[in-house]
Structures are given as structure tokens and as C-alpha cells.
């Protein structure tokens, strides 16, 4: 190979070539046209691509190993308990968690969050406390600290955001109060891109006493987590956003304070011994996991984790990062744009309006240009009230987006620009 076919789709980074026409071959999907064009998929903050490691891995699990986990003498069942259980060790080597039995596998971010909102909302808040969270969260990191605090006579607080879409902390300084009994923060703003700037705001709170939630379900496709390194309380993600299956995710929670929650559903695998006079329950991570868990997806997001630690997150960082910046450049240069979350730090998310034209009209006219983005209010309808819009559009990128898919999507939006002129 000559330095000549470097381009930046094939870039030098932490002493590997990232090949992503190479990687491209993966995704089996990302072959197809979509009216009549090849597809351009800018839609991944809302669900990414599968490499085919994940779908073969699920159809092996299926073809070979398929049984009910934790309860079966036979071979199969241990096979598939096996296989179940590998996979949370692999999570917490992934999110760099002390022990294995602080991962808790869930439906997604969503149900995560359900959960600490409930199991630990149910224990620790009262009427009168706080629970802390700021403008730029998803409806997943506000509606259950809403129903909460509703059902115990809690408030809710709420940090402003500036301009730029970075987080005022000066102002959680001083909403953080003797009553605040968690703060819920999204590490990475999935209408907006933010990085916040996690290390300041969990020395703000743990100072305060007050521990800290935060929904990774934008972070961890994108950046390196380590939850050890981070002292977060809780850390929650999705695996359809980083390349898994849908219908599976991650809670992460100290032991300490998963050990001191109530269960969260109840029912079978979460119990140590049932009388209909008392239940007791199983120890850690079983205690929250009733049921019979999503087997097929955890083998699928196993698969998902090993195929991005393959590639290297620092090696898929950089790569979305030269895609973000090249976006923003040419992106903004066009008439009547205006960007929607300026942020220093940004991961893969490019938010944006055009003047006289409704995002909804953009997605439209790109959809007939076979190029995916969102476009509407990201289930952030606070944020889009903060920034006086009711919507946005989103072009978001993976690691399989290249620079090309970039300038179709600028080519599309000159012509959303002339079809309204
Ligand atoms: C920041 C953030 N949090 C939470 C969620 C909810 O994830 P899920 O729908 O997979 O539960 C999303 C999904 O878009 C998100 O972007």
C-alpha cells in the first residue's frame, strides 16, 4: 500500500490501518439501494447496522445452543448458561467494572433507567427530596425521575444549558442541595452530540454526597468507558446502538448500592427460596434479573462488544471524529443553516435546521436520494422548547460512514435547498 491510497477512510491511528471499505464488507445491509441509490445510513444514534459477527452469532446460538439458562442439569442448558454468563464478564471488562455480579442485563437504556428510578427511587426518595438531571437528557432520563417524583412528592431539578449545548455547571452547583438524592446525566447528548464533561460533574456531586447516574446509550458506540476510572454510582447503555441486537442492554451499578435496592420485577431466577408466607431473594445480579432473560441478545451483544474492541475504540473515535468535522465544515458553509449544539467536545451527531424548510421536508427529499438521517425532536422535546425549534435534523455517524457518504449527504441537502427556491 502507498501513502496515495490513504485516504481518509483509511487513516493511520493508534498503529492500525482503519479500512472502512474493508469494514463496510461486514454490514451486509449496507449493500442495498434505497431509491434506486446506495444507501447513505446517517440514522445510528437511533439504532446502528449489525456486522454479520452479530447475526452469525445469534443464528449459531440458535442452531447450536439454544436452551433456558441457570436451571437446567443438561448439557444445552450449560452450554447456553455458559455462554450467558461469558458475556457478562465481557461487559465488565468492557465498561472496566469491578465485578461482574454489578452487571445487570436489561431490555435497554430504557428499562436501566426504569430500574434504578424504581428499585432505588423506592428506597431512597421521599417527600421533599430531590432528583437532579439537566436540559439536554433524552425522555428516557426524565419521564422515570418525573413519575417518581411524582408517586413520592419529590421535585425534580433541571441544569440549564448554554447556547454552545454545553452544560451550565456552575449552576449545578448550586442545585445540588442537601436534599438531592441522585443526579441522572447523559454522558453523550443524542440530539445534540455534547460530550459532557463527566469527571468535573461526579467530583461536583460525590462532594455533595450525592451519587450519580448516567445514561451511556450515545458513549459507549463511539468512546472508551471506563466506569471504575469515571466512580460513576450507575451506568446505563443500549446494545442496539453499538452494533447488537435490539432488546438488550446494560445496567451497571456499584454492588453496594444494587445490594441495598429493593428487586425491580419479581418473579422466577430473582428469588433464593419462595413460601406463600416469605420470599427471599438471589444474590446480585440475579436479584434484578426475573425471568427469562433475552439469551439470544446477549450472546448478540457480546458478539457487538468484541467486534468494536477488534477494531479499537480510539481507532473508531478518531474516524467518526475526521467525519464530524468534515460535515460540520462543509455543512455549515451552506445558506440558511443553522447548527443545533456547538459543543467543544462532540461525538458523531450533527444537528441542524434550514431556513424556510421543515426538517421533515430535508428527510424526505434525502430519503428519495437513498441517504437515512432523523429528523423531528430526538425524544428531547425539553431541549428542542431550550433551542426554539420543534425539531431537528440529525445526521449521525458510525464506524462504517465515510467521507463520500458525507458529501452525498451535502450534494442532497443543496438539493432540498434548490427544490425550495
Ligand atoms: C441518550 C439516550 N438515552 C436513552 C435512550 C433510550 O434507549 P433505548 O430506546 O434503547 O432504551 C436513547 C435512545 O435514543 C438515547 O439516545
Redesign the pocket.
Given at each position: 500500500m502507498t501513502v496515495n491510497t490513504i485516504s481518509s477512510d483509511m487513516h493511520h491511528s493508534q498503529g492500525a490501518y482503519f479500512d472502512v471499505q474493508r469494514i463496510r464488507q461486514d454490514f451486509p445491509i449496507l449493500t442495498q439501494r434505497v431509491n434506486r441509490q446506495p444507501l447513505v445510513y446517517l440514522d445510528n444514534?437511533?439504532?446502528s447496522q449489525k456486522p454479520r459477527h452479530v447475526i452469525e452469532a445469534i443464528t449459531r446460538y440458535y442452531e447450536l445452543d439454544n436452551a433456558n439458562i441457570h436451571r437446567g442439569v443438561h448439557s444445552l442448558s450449560q452450554r447456553a448458561t455458559d455462554d450467558y454468563e461469558s458475556a457478562r464478564e465481557t461487559v465488565r471488562r468492557f465498561l472496566g467494572a469491578a465485578e461482574s455480579r454489578e452487571i445487570i442485563f436489561v431490555?435497554?437504556?430504557?428499562?436501566?433507567?426504569n430500574l434504578v428510578a424504581q428499585a432505588y427511587g423506592r428506597a431512597n426518595v421521599a417527600a421533599g427530596d430531590e432528583v437532579l438531571i439537566t436540559t439536554l437528557?433524552?425522555?428516557?432520563?426524565i419521564v422515570p425521575w418525573q413519575v417518581l417524583c411524582e408517586e413520592k412528592g419529590a421535585k425534580l431539578k433541571v441544569v440549564p444549558v448554554a447556547d454552545s449545548g454545553e452544560l451550565q455547571l456552575e449552576a449545578m452547583d448550586v442545585l445540588i442541595t442537601p436534599r438531592t438524592k441522585l443526579l441522572a446525566v447523559?454522558?453523550?447528548?443524542?440530539?445534540l452530540g455534547t460530550i459532557n464533561p463527566l469527571r468535573e460533574i461526579i467530583e461536583l456531586a460525590h462532594a455533595r454526597g450525592v451519587p450519580v447516574l448516567l445514561?451511556g446509550?450515545?458513549a459507549v458506540p463511539h468512546l472508551a468507558v471506563d466506569v471504575s476510572a469515571l466512580d460513576c454510582d450507575f451506568y446505563?447503555f443500549?446494545?442496539?446502538?453499538i452494533y447488537g441486537p435490539?432488546g438488550i442492554?446494560v445496567l451497571y451499578g456499584k454492588s453496594a448500592l444494587l445490594d441495598a435496592m429493593p428487586p425491580y420485577q419479581s418473579g422466577g431466577d430473582m428469588i433464593r427460596s419462595v413460601t406463600f408466607q416469605k420470599t427471599t431473594y438471589n444474590v446480585l445480579p440475579h436479584k434484578f434479573e426475573a425471568g427469562t432473560p433475552n439469551i439470544s441478545g446477549v450472546v448478540g451483544l457480546r458478539a457487538a462488544i468484541e467486534y468494536v474492541e477488534r477494531l479499537g475504540l480510539a481507532n473508531i473515535a478518531g474516524h467518526e471524529h475526521e467525519l464530524l468535522i468534515y460535515a460540520t465544515h462543509e455543512i455549515s458553509a451552506l445558506p440558511g443553516i443553522r447548527l443545533i449544539g456547538t459543543a467543544k467536545e462532540k461525538a458523531a451527531v450533527l444537528s441542524f435546521v434550514m431556513e424556510g424548510i421543515h426538517p421533515h421536508d430535508i428527510g424526505t427529499i434525502l430519503d428519495q436520494q437513498g441517504i437515512a438521517i432523523r429528523t423531528g425532536h430526538?425524544?428531547a422535546q425539553p431541549l428542542m422548547e431550550r433551542f426554539g425549534v420543534p425539531a431537528t435534523a440529525r445526521a449521525s455517524f458510525g464506524l462504517y460512514n465515510t467521507r463520500q457518504e458525507v458529501e452525498r449527504l451535502v450534494e442532497g441537502l443543496r438539493k432540498v435547498r434548490e427544490g425550495f427556491a
Open positions: 444514534a437511533a439504532t431490555r435497554g437504556a430504557t428499562e436501566a433507567i437528557e433524552h425522555h428516557s432520563n447523559a454522558h453523550v447528548s443524542n440530539a445514561d446509550a450515545q446505563v443500549s446494545g442496539h446502538k435490539t442492554g430526538h425524544c
